[in-house]
């Protein structure tokens, strides 16, 4: 950590609690309390979220949120931006970015470039994480005075949006949230020019299924399953791969493979990946079906350790599993290969990862399933889930909507 700044966790700041009878203390404990219960009741916050508070006050609002239930909490009280007090640069917040679900500050106003500040809290949070910014000096009795006093942090966003302006106490509330990557950030990747599922494809992408907004009616029945558009008899290794499958297989575990698939699920060597092995170690006994054990994909959640005589690959003591290695060395022989996945965070990034390694290139069918219910942080929902299945096929990758259950 630069000198000039404070990185804490609330059992260090014990000893402070003494100094919370003063006024400043109690008004930053009140803030947090509200700003916290309003941002829980509109359903834009919980308490697993990864949480840091920037500036003044920050001490307190850490204790408020440590007592409120946020078990990862952390405060910056010292922010390095450039002081007119110091005439000198102390540089940005020391941490990488997409680090925090939440963070909370009330220096806006206070700071000497306000736009280094609101720019630095927007790249430490996640996609989808929320900003919360209380801006003081205006009254509730001005006509337009809430809009007004919102501008000094709308009008410095560069990747997030406004989703809640109120008052609490003397402050204006700011609340932002971070957008997801939008779908065009696909278009940096330069794929190779003998990309062989994308060359092979591209015939028949306006063949394709078009994109709807709501789950229809028998969604299976609908899919232009790419083997009923090109011949695939030839193709002797087919493979099969769900990512994520357990969160499709509690709820119709007999139905796993796709319905209507155009091909026998014998036909091809089946890959599940997910990091509950209670969830699939007792459906995968079958010959050609085998289960990746990959605890990445639990993001923040603890997930059971499997047991050292399980049958998973890769074998739990080679340490240091690379998932993208897997993934390219499993496909690159494969002559036919059906990619299943959910729009969570950990597999989007993993899809920037097919792109940037040009292991996408493998790929000749996916199935992404992208959901509002998916309870994961920094997943795709909504319109940005629309916008990144247009940028798939734009890229020429034979890409279906999967509804699931």
Same mark, same amino acid.
């Given at each position: 950590?630069? /000198?000039?700044? @404070?990185?804490?966790? =609330?059992?260090?700041?014990?000893?402070?609690?003494?100094?919370?009878?003063?006024?400043?203390?109690?008004?930053?404990?009140?803030?947090?309390?509200?700003?916290?219960?309003?941002?829980?009741?509109?359903?834009?916050?919980?308490?697993?979220?990864?949480?840091?508070?920037?500036? $003044?006050?920050?001490?307190?609002? &850490?204790?408020?949120?440590?007592?409120?239930?946020?078990?990862?909490?952390?405060?910056?009280?010292?922010?390095?931006?450039?002081?007119?007090?110091?005439?000198?640069?102390?540089? $940005?917040?020391? @941490?990488?970015?997409?680090?925090?679900?939440?963070?909370?500050?009330?220096?806006?106003?206070?700071?000497?470039?306000?736009?280094? %500040?609101?720019?630095?809290?927007?790249?430490?949070?996640?996609?989808?994480?929320?900003?919360?910014?209380?801006?003081?000096?205006?009254?509730?009795?001005?006509?337009?005075?809430?809009?007004? #006093?919102?501008?000094?942090?709308?009008?410095?966003?560069?990747?997030?949006?406004?989703?809640?302006?109120?008052? &609490?106490? *003397? @402050?204006?509330?700011?609340?932002?949230?971070?957008?997801?990557?939008?779908?065009?950030?696909?278009?940096?990747?330069?794929?190779?020019?003998?990309?062989?599922?994308?060359?092979?494809?591209?015939?028949?992408?306006?063949?394709?299924?078009?994109?709807?907004? %709501?789950? /229809?009616?028998?969604?299976?029945?609908?899919?232009? @399953?790419?083997?009923? %558009?090109?011949?695939?008899?030839?193709?002797?290794?087919?493979?099969?791969?769900?990512?994520?499958?357990?969160?499709?297989?509690?709820?119709?575990?007999?139905?796993?493979?796709?319905?209507?698939? /155009?091909?026998?699920?014998? =036909?091809? #060597?089946?890959?599940?990946?997910?990091? *509950?092995?209670?969830?699939?170690?007792?459906?995968?006994?079958?010959?050609?079906?085998?289960?990746?054990?990959?605890?990445?994909?639990?993001?923040?959640?603890?997930?059971?350790?499997?047991?050292?005589?399980?049958?998973?690959?890769?074998?739990?003591?080679?340490?240091?599993?690379?998932?993208? #290695?897997?993934?390219? $060395?499993?496909?690159?022989?494969?002559?036919?290969?059906?990619?299943?996945?959910?729009?969570?965070?950990?597999?989007?990034?993993?899809?920037?990862?097919?792109?940037?390694?040009? =292991?996408?290139?493998?790929?000749?069918?996916?199935?992404?399933?992208?959901?509002?219910?998916?309870?994961?942080?920094? =997943?795709?929902?909504?319109?940005?889930?629309?916008?990144?299945?247009?940028?798939?096929?734009?890229?020429?990758?034979?890409?279906?909507?999967?509804?699931?259950?």
């Amino acid at each position: 950590m630069v /000198p000039g700044t @404070y990185f804490f966790h =609330a059992q260090f700041l014990n000893p402070i609690w003494g100094s919370f009878e003063s006024v400043n203390c109690k008004e930053n404990v009140n803030l947090t309390i509200h700003v916290v219960r309003e941002l829980v009741d509109k359903k834009m916050l919980k308490y697993n979220a990864r949480a840091l508070c920037v500036g $003044e006050g920050s001490a307190a609002a &850490v204790l408020t949120l440590q007592d409120l239930g946020f078990s990862n909490a952390g405060g910056v009280y010292r922010h390095r931006f450039f002081s007119l007090k110091w005439k000198q640069f102390v540089h $940005e917040l020391d @941490y990488l970015d997409d680090s925090f679900d939440f963070v909370l500050s009330r220096d806006v106003d206070k700071v000497s470039v306000p736009a280094l %500040l609101v720019l630095e809290i927007e790249r430490v949070l996640s996609p989808g994480g929320i900003g919360a910014m209380l801006v003081g000096g205006v009254s509730g009795s001005i006509p337009n005075s809430l809009i007004r #006093s919102a501008t000094p942090v709308s009008s410095l966003l560069k990747s997030s949006d406004v989703v809640h302006v109120g008052y &609490v106490h *003397n @402050y204006t509330l700011v609340v932002f949230k971070k957008r997801f990557q939008n779908a065009g950030y696909l278009e940096q990747y330069c794929l190779p020019a003998d990309c062989q599922s994308i060359t092979n494809n591209k015939p028949f992408m306006d063949q394709i299924e078009p994109l709807v907004e %709501l789950k /229809p009616v028998g969604f299976e029945k609908r899919f232009s @399953y790419l083997p009923k %558009l090109i011949d695939v008899d030839t193709r002797k290794r087919l493979v099969y791969i769900d990512i994520g499958a357990g969160l499709h297989l509690n709820s119709n575990a007999m139905n796993w493979f796709l319905p209507s698939y /155009p091909l026998d699920r014998k =036909a091809f #060597s089946v890959y599940f990946v997910d990091h *509950n092995t209670s969830v699939l170690l007792s459906l995968v006994k079958k010959p050609g079906i085998t289960f990746v054990y990959h605890p990445g994909l639990a993001g923040n959640k603890a997930s059971p350790i499997p047991s050292p005589d399980e049958d998973i690959d890769p074998p739990l003591e080679i340490e240091g599993f690379n998932f993208l #290695s897997w993934f390219k $060395e499993t496909v690159q022989y494969a002559d036919f290969v059906v990619l299943k996945m959910n729009a969570g965070k950990v597999e989007m990034k993993f899809l920037s990862e097919l792109f940037e390694s040009g =292991a996408i290139c493998f790929v000749d069918e996916m199935f992404l399933h992208c959901s509002d219910s998916l309870d994961a942080e920094g =997943a795709f929902k909504g319109e940005d889930c629309m916008d990144l299945f247009k940028g798939l096929r734009s890229r020429g990758v034979f890409v279906h909507q999967w509804w699931g259950d």
